[in-house]
């Protein structure tokens, strides 16, 4: 039962840090994956020659969306820099989704591990109950058996002396009696 508690704790630990890591990740990821996901829409509009202003507005005022703003007013008018740029961000997202995907089967994977592992240790606990209370039982029935014994030899030890002094006083006895008969006879 120690390997299986053992294995049970490797295993709740990877879950723990893979469920850390996919909670300090997650929102990041996610934020990007929009922000990739509205520059997109935003670069593929200007592709067709839609309008853009709400979207733009979405990226806001940050860092990053002044930097894709730019991007984008610099090669709105060139396609072939617009595609390139498309191919860029789309790039970009699928990383950010992998990366996602990653620590998401990371995470299940070592939940499944981890129930796999708990499901063992419970069945090594249960078998060890299971191997302690026969244990327990044939120790008993030994213990009884063991009471039995001393009692018999005590019974032994003092009844044969009797037994051998009554056959001795038996063979006596039959000894006399046949003596008798022969005299008799």
Do not use: C
């Amino acid at each position: 039962m120690t390997r299986a508690t053992q294995e049970f704790s490797i295993a709740h630990g990877k879950y723990i840090e893979t469920t850390r890591e996919h909670v300090e990740g997650e929102p990041r990821l996610s934020k990007e994956i929009g922000v990739f996901e509205k520059v997109l829409r935003i670069l593929r509009n200007l592709l067709n020659n839609q309008p853009q202003d709400k979207e733009l507005v979405e990226l806001g005022n940050s860092a990053e969306g002044q930097t894709y703003q730019k991007m984008i007013e610099k090669f709105q008018a060139n396609p072939e820099k617009l595609n390139q740029v498309i191919t860029i961000v789309e790039n970009l997202l699928k990383q950010s989704q992998d990366e996602l995907k990653s620590l998401e089967d990371a995470m299940n994977a070592a939940k499944v591990e981890r129930d796999a592992k708990l499901k063992a240790k419970n069945i090594a606990l249960g078998a060890s109950v299971a191997a302690d209370a026969a244990v327990r039982a044939q120790t008993m029935i030994v213990s009884q058996l063991e009471g039995a014994l001393t009692e018999a030899q005590k019974e032994w030890n003092t009844q044969v002396p009797v037994l051998r002094s009554e056959k001795a006083t038996l063979d006596d006895v039959m000894q006399i009696l046949t003596e008798m008969l022969k005299a008799q006879g």
